[in-house]
């Protein structure tokens, strides 16, 4: 892992993001587990407009379901041409994930805040719990498509700060 106290760049964010989550839980599939967060008026203006935000989460979904089952090529058409570009395969981009961010495999917990747009895309705050019960804050950052879908051009995961190990 990086040395870098990325907590410290991630804490304005995901103070902005706690509005609401939405929690999913290992005892079933990511998409039943999932309920939607009530929105509080005072910052609705700044989420991502409900259809966008459930495709956005579909998107995170689908990354981290494939990760779950080590497909390569599903994992690596979750991000956006730029990504797959500069990876060069998706077998590369399985094994970089892996080592990067082990936390996502096969999480016990996934909870999603709701997401905001910022000018070309979207920032989705999403706290996870990893097999060993460790909590997890992970920044992904979406960028939608030409076609209107989204994808995943970043992710930046740090332990999180208010929910020691």
Not at 42 to 50: F, G, H, K, S, T
Request: net charge negative; proline share 8%; hydrophobic share 45%.
């Amino acid at each position: 892992m990086n040395t870098f106290p990325l907590h410290r760049l991630l804490l304005p964010v995901a103070l902005a993001l706690t509005a609401g989550t939405m929690t999913a839980t290992a005892s079933e599939p990511i998409m039943q587990r999932i309920s939607e967060p009530a929105l509080p008026r005072a910052v609705i203006d700044e989420l991502l407009p409900a259809a966008e935000a459930t495709e956005v989460r579909k998107v995170i979904i689908a990354q981290i379901e494939a990760m779950a089952q080590s497909d390569a090529e599903r994992m690596f058409d979750t991000t956006t041409p730029r990504v797959r570009e500069a990876v060069g395969s998706s077998g590369r981009f399985l094994a970089m994930m892996m080592g990067a961010y082990p936390m996502v495999y096969q999480p016990s917990q996934v909870n999603f805040h709701p997401p905001r747009r910022k000018s070309d895309g979207a920032f989705q705050l999403v706290e996870i719990k990893d097999r060993d019960d460790n909590s997890w804050l992970a920044v992904f950052i979406l960028e939608q498509q030409p076609d209107r879908s989204w994808r995943i051009s970043g992710c930046a995961v740090t332990q999180n700060p208010w929910m020691p190990a």
